[in-house]
């Protein structure tokens, strides 16, 4: 079976842009294909919004509500990328065939380094964290948005000169893995201004209550065209619209069209059906939600188990890499101990 590897941060909420996005794909990949998803803590460090403070619970939520989504221990691995060490280890190795001007090509460093006056390191390196994921697993799938498409083919750049330095045998060591281009959906922020993101505030988590999901589509933007209820307006431009169709079904979503087309209804009317349906979609995920929370140490089970296997492969690899690159291998009485 094909494995697949694919991470998220521990940046804030999941939202429903997540899961719309990538988890719903996840979920559906579990059955398909031997999945690793991670919850990549480590990732989480060079982000605008790291707080220590924070981390650990965010990295708890992060992997419940993942769970909560449809995520399946028992037919995937999911676990905690620090709970690996492995992942920091492979880092450092890969750091020693990566190019630096193709880090400092990245788009993604370019925009966060661009309004920094010191640059953290870590910024630059990301691409190579994110490649030492990949590669610890060997994964041949890797389920990415345009956005991650750039650093996807860093990765297999980097395992070919890493394979061309050290991997003497048939079979290369470290196999290149492939893109898997999921459908893009691209849901718009709150605000309407930008993509909704984690660490924008700009989003629904899956997990909001209903009166919370309400008061938080009553201010959302709509179709500016609309300034009061007698101004009919362009469903086609409107990110309300656009949600209906993530959450509604099509006979609403027709009838909501020549109502805004129209100016039948106000806003706040057409705000309040999607809240319902929304509400609706999301309630067995809160539900699931509401219980792991009530059972914390059951989540705390499932990424010890994760850590367990996940651990397990990186070592096969890792001895692997080591001898390649000839390191001397661990005394027999320390990895005993280990
Ligand atoms: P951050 O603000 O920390 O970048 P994020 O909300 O953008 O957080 P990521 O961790 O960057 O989330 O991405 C997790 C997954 O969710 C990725 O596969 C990404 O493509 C997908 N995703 C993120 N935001 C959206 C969105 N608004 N619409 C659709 N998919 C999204
Ligand atoms: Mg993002």
Redesign the pocket.
């Known amino acids: 079976m094909p494995r697949i590897f ?4 521990p ?2 909420e999941l ?4 899961l ?4 719903q ?1 996840w979920v559906e990949l579990q059955s398909r294909y031997e999945c690793f998803f991670c919850v ?1 803590d480590l990732h ?1 460090l060079t ?1 605008a ?1 790291y707080e220590a403070a924070q981390l650990a619970k965010r990295t708890r939520d992060m992997a419940l509500s993942l769970l909560a989504a449809g995520i399946d221990p028992s037919r995937c691995t999911l676990f905690v990328q620090s709970h690996v060490p492995d992942h920091s280890v492979l880092m450092w190795l890969l750091n020693a065939v990566t190019p630096l001007g193709e880090l400092e090509r990245m788009t993604q460093f370019k925009d966060k380094s661009q309004h920094l006056e010191s640059i953290p390191a870590g910024l630059l390196n990301y691409p190579i964290l994110m490649a030492s994921d990949i590669l610890l697993y060997r994964a041949d799938l890797v ?6 498409v750039q650093h996807l083919e860093l990765t297999r750049e980097i395992a070919r000169r890493w394979n061309a330095a050290f991997s003497t045998g048939p079979t290369p060591i470290l196999p290149e893995p492939q893109p898997m281009l ?1 459908v ?6 709150l605000d309407g201004d930008a ?6 505030g700009n ?1 629904i988590a899956i997990t909001e209550t209903p009166e919370e999901i309400w008061q938080k589509l009553r201010p959302a933007k709509t179709d500016p065209a609309r300034k009061t209820r007698k101004d009919p307006g362009n469903p086609e431009v409107c990110n309300i619209f656009d949600l209906h169709r993530y959450f509604s079904p099509p006979e609403t979503q027709a009838e909501v069209a020549v109502k805004c087309r129209g100016a039948l209804w106000g806003c706040l009317d057409c705000k309040r059906v999607l809240a319902d349906n929304m509400t609706a979609a999301l309630a067995p995920i809160r539900e699931r939600a509401l219980d792991l929370a009530a059972h914390p140490e059951q989540v705390d089970t499932v990424l010890g188990d994760g850590a367990m296997t996940a651990r397990r492969h990186a070592g096969e690899t890792m001895r692997l890499v080591q001898d390649a690159m000839g390191l001397l291998p661990v005394p027999r009485e320390v990895r005993r101990e280990a």
């Open positions: 694919s991470g998220i941060q940046s804030g939202h429903i842009g997540n719309l996005g990538a988890v794909n990549v989480a982000g919004g389920p990415v948005g345009e956005d991650q999921t893009a959906k691209r849901i718009m922020g993509k909704m993101s984690k660490s924008k989003t």
